[in-house]
Each structure stands twice: as structure tokens, then as C-alpha cells.
């Protein structure tokens, strides 16, 4: 107990010095992103054949549980509808309409990577960020696994490892970062048989959006679900009818982080915020954790 009390204390007054100077910064005061700049990608669900090539592809690429063959070309999981969970970053559904033939039109889901994410503003400990490429991505080392993020998000998106017990993941879509660092297209896009993904600049797919709307205005309902939603998203999708049948729900222009932070500064103004406490608390929580683990592997050995 003396000895686990000793590294507490070593490591929470590492840990101040560098803490207390950052906690101010919110998402809104980081630096500017062009988000007609950054990259996104247009899902036409009147194109999508619901093969879950894109599932497939997802699962390889981001070395999630391995699956047959069979399991992918399996269409009896569109009797329920799915969400995204710890072993799959995205799923396909049929729509969801009773007035229309069963399976009619598909629609992929995963993390919709916003321009204002509710998840980055809700992370007390930066854990979550909005890089300029349009990525919302996830740092292990910094989450204290508050699942702040799995209630913030509108589209109920992040999934957390409850059954790990030493290094649980906040899991969700990374936009496959590495393969469009390196000018590649998210494996999704890549493994679509029938271009009903499109991976590009947002603006550009914007713009592609509603001309395909304007060219074909009978094929489409006319609204472009992820351009002004929440302040606008990476993924942007085009349907036959309204969002709602596909799982996208009704959601307002104005960004959430906007709601959230007037309400932290109006609180957290005059004083150093209880966000800096807890922000403290995760890192010396993860630095005693990560010990701990080393302790015990040592142990092993010897």
C-alpha cells in the first residue's frame, strides 16, 4: 500500500505541471479545419446492394475478429437492425420502411467523423480529436474510460470493451487514417463492388451530391443527410426517401460542442474546473494502470 501510495504521488506531480496549463483549450479554440478541405466520403443507399463487402473489408483492415466467408454473405442479419459494436466498426441495414418491398435500398453505418464532434467536446482528457484530413480519432494512452464519448454522440456510435479488463478500447471507425495518409481509399470505398461509396474532398462530394439530386430528381429525396446536420459531418448520404428509414436521425444545424461548451465556460470561467481534476485523476489512473501491468508481466517472467 506505502509503495502504490509512493508512484501516486510521483506520478500525479509529473503529471500537474504538464496538466494544468492545457485544460483551458476547448474544442472550439483549436485550430481551424476547412472542412470543404478535408476528406469525406458520399454513401448512395440508391446504389447500395447490401452485400457487406464493406464489413468484410472493415473487419481485415482494422484486424477485428476474424470471420468466415459465409458470415459476410449471411442476409439474415437484416431481419434486426444492427449498430456498429466492439467487433464490427461498421454495419449494413435495409431500410426501414413498411410501405415499401422488404430490402428495397441498404444503408452502411459507422462513425460519421462531424466537423464539430459531440465526442471530442465531451472528453475531459482530449482522448478524442478532429484532425484537419476530417478524421475523428481515439488515443488510448490519454482515455480514462469515463465513456463520456458513447453518450455524447447523436448517431450512438462508440462501443467500449467492457470484457477487457486491463486496457479497455473505445471503439469506432477510423477512417481508416493510415491508407488516406498515404493517398489510399478507406477499404470500405475500395472493396465496393458498385460505387455506392465515394471517397473524395467533402466540398467536391457535396457539390456531386446535388447534381446527382438535380440531374435525377425522381430517383432522390432532396436533402444531402450530413451537410448542415450538427454543423455538417464527413459522411454525407443521398436516398430514395427520408433519412430516418435508414437509422440517420432528425437532427438540428447547430453544432452540439456549441450548447456544451457555453455551458462549461459559464461555469468553469473565475476557476481552474474540476475538468482539469478529472483530467488529473485519468492520467495518473492510466500511468498506475500501465505499472501495474508491467509489475505483473515482470512477475511472470521471473
Known sequence: MNKDRRKFLKVSTAITASLIPAVSVSSSEECEIDFNDAYG???DTTVCIGCRNCEKACNIENNLPEQPQGNFEDKSVFETNRRPDVSAYTVVNPSIDSKLPKYDSYAKIQCMHCNHPACVSACIVGALTKCRHGVVSWDAWKCMGCRYCLVACPFQIPAYE???ALEPRVMKCTFCYDRIHNDKKPACVESCPVEALTFGKRGELIKLAHSKIESNPNKYYDHVYGEDEIGG???????SKEFINYDLPKLAEEK??????????GIFKSFLPPLALYGFLGLVMHSMRQEKKKEALDDEQS
Open 41 to 43: 466520403v458520399l454513401v
Open 162 to 164: 467492457y470484457e477487457e
Open 233 to 239: 459531418t464527413s459522411w454525407i448520404y443521398l436516398a
Open 256 to 265: 452540439i460542442p456549441s450548447l456544451t461548451e457555453s455551458i462549461q465556460h
